[in-house]
């Protein structure tokens, strides 16, 4: 039996993560879970957005579950997804993109892999005032970080019988920074001759993925490239409620969805589980139960294939418990 951390979010994190729960209890995954919480639930429980309890309880069970956290926009605390990827070093952002039966889509047959740099880029957070007008921010890229993400999308590629890496990169502005992570991406490029490598510019890619997706396999980017690719990625398949996301660093990994908190239906039964219940099954195949991950979501795609019994923001009228049976009925 493995020890897993849930952090079930805000607004809908509550119900799509009962979702999970329902969906792993009758698949019998065997997953034990630990209740922790996060963002303004933690505010509001605990008096902290990150408590001690809920980081205690990721260290000691080095896997978790998030569902959707509460972001404050231009002021209030920083964001806790950011500061849970720093704390625990989780360097790789793993996101799959990856058209499924049944959802409506300009595109088919997408299967991309998108490797996020996690830990430094912008999203280190090192800025402040330049007097009352103006403010700075640092972009920070070492070639260790640089060296390490790069690494581990050749590894996965590799692993997984992917045939090329494309790095992303704005390199002919920023020449040092950029510049830097393109280095490093050739540097570890070298070592799989096997798989073809290339380069791309971020704003050429963003118009080759609306254009041509199914040209690109594997992704590999920086902090802030990859967040924006990714969703954009997702837009492709259906949106942020059909995809997973992981963050796995040398010692643990968090899975999580990563769409909105949607408060406007929170506590309305209609939120689509889909995004973290995938996530789950990742999370699954992590802890090496993937014969169990596979079965979840195999139940997952017959449901959204047959389209019956689909939330709203997937064209039907379900609700999310009875989508959730739906699931269940199909293991």
Not at 164 to 173: C, E, F, G, L, S
Not at 237 to 244: F, R, S, Y
Request: contains cysteine; charged residues 20%; proline residues 5%.
């Amino acid at each position: 039996m493995h020890k897993v951390t849930l952090i079930p979010g805000d607004g809908i994190g509550p119900e799509i993560s009962a979702a999970v729960r329902a969906v792993f209890a009758a698949a019998a995954a065997p997953v034990a879970w630990e209740v922790a919480y996060a963002g303004q639930a933690g505010l509001d429980r605990c008096g902290d957005p990150l408590p001690a309890a809920t980081l205690d309880s990721i260290r000691a069970n080095k896997v978790a579950l998030k569902g959707p956290l509460t972001t404050q926009v231009g002021a209030g605390y920083r964001s806790i997804n950011v500061t849970l990827r720093q704390a625990f070093d989780l360097y790789c952002n793993l996101r799959p993109v990856k058209s499924l039966p049944g959802v409506r889509s300009r595109y088919g047959n997408i299967d991309l892999v998108i490797f996020r740099e996690n830990t430094e880029d912008l999203y280190a957070g090192v800025e402040h005032r330049v007097g009352r007008d103006a403010a700075e921010a640092i972009k920070i890229i070492t070639r260790e970080a640089s060296a390490r993400i790069a690494q581990a999308a050749f590894a996965y590629a590799a692993q997984h019988g992917r045939k090329r890496v494309t790095a992303v990169h704005k390199a002919n502005i920023m020449k040092l920074s950029d510049g830097l992570f393109l280095a490093a991406a050739r540097e570890v490029a070298a070592l799989y001759p096997a798989i073809r490598f290339d380069e791309v510019i971020v704003d050429n890619l963003c118009m080759q993925l609306v254009l041509r997706p199914e040209q690109y396999d594997v992704l590999l980017a920086p902090n802030l490239y990859g967040d924006i690719i990714s969703d954009l990625g997702a837009g492709l398949v259906g949106g942020l409620g059909l995809v997973p996301a992981a963050n796995i660093g040398e010692g643990g990994a968090i899975f999580e969805a990563v769409h909105g908190t949607a408060p406007d239906i929170a506590g309305q039964d209609a939120a689509n589980p889909a995004a973290l219940l995938l996530s789950a099954a990742m999370l699954l195949d992590y802890l090496g139960e993937a014969a169990t991950a596979q079965r979840i979501r195999a139940a997952l795609e017959a449901v959204l294939a047959e389209g019956r019994a689909v939330t709203p923001d997937l064209g039907g009228s379900a609700t999310t418990t009875a989508m959730t049976q739906a699931i269940i009925g199909k293991l």
